[in-house]
């Protein structure tokens, strides 16, 4: 970021890559619930908003614990 708090030209690959990840996760977690809901066709609605928010938190502690573990590595 530059003095003035906006972003410079050297953060838009940086903005960019995060963008695509974003999007690539959001594919991933409809995928994953897709295939899970299609293994329970007969999985009521409560049933269906628990299996999308397990695969959520699931794609989410995986994030988490893949950047602790690069950030350990870096800092050893």
Known sequence: MSEQGSSGPDDR???IRWLIRAGVAAIAVYLIADGLLGIW???GPTA???????VVLGLV???VGGLYLLRRERSD
């Open 48 to 54: 269906r908003v628990v299996i999308v928010v397990a």
């Open 13 to 15: 690959p940086g903005q």
């Open 61 to 63: 502690a995986a994030v």
């Open 41 to 43: 066709p007969d999985a």
